[in-house]
């Protein structure tokens, strides 16, 4: 069964402060990754997904097969990205997901 | 834009009472899901159903069962609430062509 990690519950940084959300999972075959983004007082969205290899607001993540890791990318943080942010694996020909536990990240001025 | 709603932001009930949670998508999407989101255990899946009265078992059954009558609507029911139910409640509906989950406002129940 495949496993997603998220190592950190908590990050915190300054404004203008790289930031990066770990995620770690175990797999055998070819995943789809993910990352949801849950802000203060909103539903659970997709921030983005590997396959689609974009940025959104500002934000990166590499797929490395050779770590299985799929970290989240922010090289100037800001204030407005403090939410909760979960990492999702769904494994190649099915639809259904394994989330990690999460990390709140909390962005001060 | 996919609509996913909730029937319920939040709710109080008491131990032993029959619960149901509703959850309607406008996506025409076959796949729907319910969790519970918990602090510090992330989302677990209770139930999904990939059609119309088709129901499987997720990671966590046990205490609730799951109707879908309608393509469109996927309810959760606790058939005897229990205090260690008190959780916030996600739905979900996935586009089948990206895998991506739309999910709903989130119900947060509280048996007292």
């Known amino acids: 069964a495949q496993r997603v990690t998220q190592p950190e519950k908590l990050l915190s940084v300054f404004k203008g402060a790289p930031v990066e959300l770990k995620c770690n999972y175990s797999y055998s075959g070819s995943p789809e990754l993910f990352w949801y983004v849950q802000y203060s007082r909103q539903r659970l969205q997709l921030l983005l997904r590997?396959?689609s290899r974009e940025s959104i607001k500002g934000f990166t993540a590499d797929l490395n097969k050779g770590e299985t890791s799929f970290h989240l990318k922010k090289p100037f943080a800001q204030e407005e990205d403090s939410a909760m942010y979960y990492c999702a694996l769904t494994p190649g020909g099915s639809y259904i997901p394994t989330f990690g536990r999460g990390t709140s990240l909390i962005v001060h001025p | 834009d996919v609509k996913v709603t909730q029937s319920s932001r939040y709710l109080v009930k008491r131990t032993g009472e029959k619960v149901f949670l509703e959850c309607v998508q406008d996506m025409d999407h076959e796949n729907m899901f319910w969790y519970r989101q918990d602090p510090g255990l992330g989302l677990r899946l209770i139930y999904f159903?990939?059609?119309?009265?088709?129901?499987e078992k997720g990671d966590i059954p046990e205490g609730y069962s799951v109707s879908r009558e309608k393509k469109e609507r996927f309810s959760l029911i606790l058939e005897s609430a229990s205090t260690n139910q008190t959780s916030m409640y996600l739905c979900a509906s996935v586009d089948g062509s990206t895998d991506t989950q739309y999910f709903g406002p989130g119900t947060r129940l509280t048996v007292l």
């Open positions: 590997h396959i």
């Open positions: 159903s990939y059609d119309v009265k088709m129901k």
